[in-house]
């Protein structure tokens, strides 16, 4: 968080209050995208409704980090600096509750896909995952330590989860071609590529949040 010399104890709280929610958030929501994909990878259904049901807990945290980060703009009529860090947030709490919503999305076909079939194809997914899960942890470091370097580093790298995307989704398409692939199974591998690929373009946002609060821009 930005270094403020605030002399307002009360509002050097809520400003720390703002930032723990955030990164609260972030672990959850990593934590489900990878619990999604395991509970998939073992076909295990209790573990994939309680992703489900989890993912509930981050859309409560995201209603108080916005009632929080509302109430403080207007009871305290903050700064230009503080202003955009609270701004900042409320927009960065948004692009975490989808990423939860994601994780949710992709437990919640634990009983659709063949996990027989998916082969080297769910390696693909789980490379995907690692990958996407990295760049929010990244762009919520740069919120926490108000770093353009870092955030100017996500964004860079969501060119090659992109590109990632492209292969799984060329590969699947190759597999239903020649007939080891079935179309289901590789329709099911395509809809997670492209949700792993939303949440790189979530991570990319926060980026760009975090340079907002640092420039203005």
Do not use: W
């Not at 703002?18 to 295990?44: E, F, K, T, Y």
């Not at 082969?119 to 942890?137: K, L, W």
């Amino acid at each position: 968080m930005i270094d403020r010399p605030h002399t307002v104890s009360s509002y050097n709280l809520q400003l720390s209050e703002v930032s723990a929610i955030i990164n609260r958030m972030a672990d959850m929501a990593r934590g489900l995208l990878s619990g999604g994909l395991d509970a998939l990878q073992n076909a295990d259904a209790i573990a994939a409704m309680q992703i489900v049901s989890q993912d509930k807990a981050i859309d409560e945290l995201e209603r108080q980090l916005e009632r929080l980060a509302l109430l403080t703009i207007m009871s305290r009529a903050p700064m230009a600096e503080d202003l955009r860090y609270l701004i900042a947030a409320i927009r960065i709490g948004k692009m975490l509750e989808r990423t939860g919503d994601q994780a949710k999305r992709i437990a919640r076909r634990f009983d659709t896909v063949d996990r027989a079939a998916l082969g080297t194809r769910f390696a693909q997914v789980r490379a995907m995952e690692r990958y996407a899960s990295a760049m929010v942890a990244k762009a919520i470091e740069s919120f926490n330590t108000a770093s353009h370097t870092l955030a100017q580093e996500v964004i860079a790298a969501d060119a090659e989860l992109n590109a990632m995307n492209a292969r799984l989704t060329e590969s699947c398409r190759a597999g239903i071609d020649e007939g080891s692939l079935g179309s289901g199974d590789g329709i099911q591998l395509i809809l997670m590529g492209k949700q792993l690929e939303r949440v790189g373009d979530y991570a990319t946002n926060i980026a760009g949040d975090v340079s907002y609060m640092l420039t203005g821009e």
